[in-house]
């Protein structure tokens, strides 16, 4: 299905991959505290509205 050096190439992709992801993070860890404090508190609370809108129009629309 795959060759070896294709498995070799994936696998330091992958592992290259999350160390430049937590590289990244780590250095705009800053920023996010500064930009984005209590987003998850934001997004948190625009999903579960959207859920009751959703089920809202469900449940009404059925009748």
Known sequence: MFT????????????????LMIWSYRKDIVNHKKYYKNTALKVGFWMILAVVIFSAIRIYSKS
């Open 4 to 19: 070896n050096g294709q498995l070799i190439f994936a696998g330091f992709f992958v592992i290259a991959f999350i160390i």
